[in-house]
């Protein structure tokens, strides 16, 4: 079990990061495609990265970033700087700039786990090319494995963020710690997250703890091991379905007057109206309140919409908040 320990000012402190992160997703993703899982909501992912990684000529260049990450136990820290919060390149640039003595400390623990590739030793002693052919092939593997899917990532991402956001209106901080149940359980000042490897305490100190959601984060959270380092802690998010590329690679249009007007003649006008409510995130009796429904109106209409595959509903105590998946909004912005 990981106990997490927070004071008053760890409690101030705490926040959700503003969307996916991805070097996070990256590193991630690496473990859950080495794996073992047999997620079916995955599979068609594994299959087709695999499929083009297999392909790609330069493939023999991810040779030690598959090395890194393997698919359980330890992996180093400096994989996953905090400085992504800014973005991918930055979080590149921070890689690069990785001290020689944490490199070499990172490495020393993998390499009591893990076989290393003979290309581990120039890392270790932090060789600038040798940094630069690793973000290099961070770069090649995300243009595979991540990119063509990023829409999904995100809005699966962004879901979890509404929910998170409604949790801390309603209940603060510590409302929004205590939502992060089953996997995680917050009483009195502590963040227990059960399922974690090993026994370990981390007192936060004052710093706060940054909460990232994560598309390919498995069922356990996941927290950096050196405890000097800004506090993260990195946990699930619900996949919405699963990854299909995302067609045209773009945002659709926002829908014009007439678009609505055709949605409203395809599935209803109050269902329409419901799928445009639930854009930013609704429970069934804000539905009902906006729409001038009754609740068991609104229920059906979300229950139709979400065994569609158009919404996700998510149970918190006695509400039910709606958002949408990826499809639906396709639906909507078509």
């Known amino acids: 079990m990981l106990t997490i320990h927070f004071s008053t000012e760890d409690i101030l402190r705490t926040r959700v990061a503003a969307g996916a992160d991805p070097v996070w997703e990256l590193v991630l993703s690496l473990h859950l495609l080495q794996g073992r899982s047999r997620d079916p909501l995955m599979a068609h992912w594994r299959r087709g990265v695999a499929g083009e990684l297999r392909r790609d000529a330069g493939s023999a260049q991810l040779r030690l970033l598959f090395a890194l990450n393997p698919p359980r136990g330890y992996f180093p820290d400096f994989l996953t700087p905090y400085d992504s919060v800014q973005g991918f390149d930055a979080g590149l640039e921070a890689v690069r700039s990785t001290p020689a003595e944490r490199l070499h400390r990172d490495l020393t623990l993998l390499a009591g786990e893990h076989a290393l590739p003979s290309g581990a030793a120039g890392l270790a002693r932090g060789e600038p090319e040798v940094l630069r052919q690793l973000t290099d092939s961070m770069s090649q593997y995300r243009s595979v494995a991540l990119e063509p899917y990023w829409a999904r ?30 996997a995680m359980r917050w009483d009195s000042g502590v963040l227990e997250v059960r399922d974690y490897p090993y026994s370990r305490e ?13 598309f390919f984060c498995a069922s356990t959270p996941v927290a950096l091991v050196d405890p000097a380092l800004p ?12 990854l299909a590329p995302a067609s045209g690679g773009g945002v659709a249009p926002a829908r014009d007057g007439a678009g609505r007007e055709a949605l409203a003649a395809l599935i209803g006008r109050t269902r329409a109206a419901v799928l445009e409510a639930t854009d930013e995130g609704c429970t069934t009796g804000e539905v009902a309140r906006r729409l001038r429904i009754s609740p ?35 639906v909507l912005d078509a």
């Open 202 to 214: 981390l007192h936060l100190d004052g710093r706060g703890l940054l909460l990232v959601p994560s």
């Open 153 to 182: 990532i995100e809005a699966a991402v962004e879901a979890d963020r509404t929910r998170r956001a409604r949790a801390l209106l309603d209940g603060g901080v510590e409302g929004l710690l205590a939502s992060l149940r089953p």
């Open 231 to 242: 506090p993260v802690l990195v946990y699930p998010v619900d996949r919405l379905g699963g």
């Open 296 to 330: 068991a109106a609104a229920s059906q209409h979300t229950t139709v919409l979400r065994n569609a595959g158009l919404l996700v509903s998510q149970r918190d105590r006695n509400r039910v908040l709606h958002t949408l998946t990826p499809l639906g909004r396709a």
